[in-house]
């Protein structure tokens, strides 16, 4: 039996499909975005699984000839988002922004194979060279040296846009002169209290400046860009799907693959011990250019448990960090530590929560066998969404939902938990 809850998530995903593809939001965000679709793929999966394929197969679409899939694509030209194709001048077709983002399309097929039939494992047979190649781009362009850590060129490309992590990296910025003047269109669709600064916004275009101006050469980028740091979220996410890809291959029955796979795990399994900070005890994100850390404390530092990620010792003290972030919020997971002077319970992903994030923490809790305190972030975010709504993230003090409304990730990950 559908709930009203359930009703309503269809529906939003619905509303979002723009034929074969879905936008996070109406206005907001008019484009297809890459781990945005992969998660309203899981969402289609729960009732239309030729339209949750759909999904991901159109996002391959835009993949670029070295790899890598980008993290916008931009099938129209619509004024109500900015940066727009115009800026990012990809030279692709489609047209598409000229970084990536968390890169969790393989776990995402894989779960739709596991929770299918023989003909899912169909559909996903023509997916996995794209994604093997995917995954090497990320090994490759993003780890130019082999250091098992991958970096992230562009905030944009963590998916955690203004979070604190980035501070340290974004105030080495210099915004050049001719930058020239631009014009913001979120800030006209949402409170600006509640988005990235105009300070933030100046270093972004300055990054994607940067991009073009070298054709997103992207040893470049990683070499000598205005931004390379190391990412928790995006390191932990790629061990997470480089491990499904393996295990894709296997089911699939791709050999030749099985090995590199693996050599890509050992070398990321060591190579994230570079962003374990002794000082806080925890994964932080650190600058690869300077080698220094943040002292935060993230959602995305959780996804330890998500990777399988560290020693024993270190997710025993990742779980201590977990119940005591908990104990200070009314709705866990807050996007950054409440106890950091730079938490923000309502600007974006300076301290709010994030409903697609909470999904993959929950997952790699459960994993790790920290049971009860995956049940308390899948009830808080259970409640967010009865009480406030499919709202693209929450404050974790008063619960109040914030950003786009009828949001698809929101929509998605309430339907794969079910009601
Ligand atoms: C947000 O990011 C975009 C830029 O990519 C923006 O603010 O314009 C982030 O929350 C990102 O993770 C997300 O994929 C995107 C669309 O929901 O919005």
Redesign the pocket.
Known sequence: MESRLDQEAIRILKANDRGGFTI?TARL?PYQ?N??SAFAALGFAEFDRDRAWREIETLFEAQWPDGMLP??VFRQNDPDYFPGPAIWQSNTEPPSSGHS?PPVTASVVLRMVQGGDASDLERARPLFAKMLAFHRWYHEMRDPDGTGLVGIVHP?ES???NCPDWDIGMDRIAVPDDLGPYQRR?TEHIDPAERPSTAQYDRYLTIIKFGRECGWDHVEMARNGPFFMGDPGVQFILMRADRDLLRLAELLGETAAQEQIGRWLERASAGCQLLWNPEVNAFCARDLRTGEFSDGITSASMLAFYAGAGTDEQRAAMAVHAARILDQVAFGFPSFDPAHPRFEAKRYWRGPVWAIINFLIVDGLNEAGETQLAERIRDDTRRLVETAGFFEYFDPQSGEGIGGSDFTWTAAVHLVWGS
């Open positions: 996070p965000y975005w781990w945005d993290h916008i983002q944009w998916g955690r846009d979120d």
